[in-house]
């Protein structure tokens, strides 16, 4: 069946940078779309960074210009580059992966920016 196991998640000071990875398995990889959301607590999840499977990209407004997507098809994993690290990131961020009606999510990996 088809997984994804999302890493890289911790506790990083306000300015700090965090590198989050997703690994799938059970999947045709490259002809998924892949994205990052997020959910803070009490609020809905949301949008931080998509990639479809022809490279195109988009990114919440917040996250603009600090945080890059990017994925390894060969490798079956996707990325999320978190670079000026603001208390507001803070939330459990999920790995996504849609293609057509197929949807499927990770268990999530936590990241608190917090000094």
């Known amino acids: 069946q088809v997984q994804l196991v999302e890493s890289g998640g911790g506790l990083v000071q306000p300015g700090g940078s965090l590198r989050l990875s997703c690994t799938s398995s059970g999947m045709s990889f490259s002809i998924y779309n892949m994205g990052w959301y997020r959910q803070a607590p009490g609020k809905q999840r949301e949008l931080v960074a998509a990639?479809?499977?022809?490279?195109?990209?988009n990114y919440g407004d917040s996250v603009k210009g600090r945080f890059t997507i990017s994925r390894d098809n060969p490798k079956k994993m996707v990325y999320l580059q978190m670079n000026s690290l603001k208390p507001a990131d803070t939330g459990v961020y999920y790995c996504?992966?849609?293609?057509?009606?197929?949807?499927?999510w990770g268990q999530g990996t936590q990241v608190t920016v917090s000094s």
């Open positions: 996504n992966a849609y293609y057509v009606h197929f949807n499927y």
């Open positions: 990639m479809t499977n022809s490279g195109s990209t």
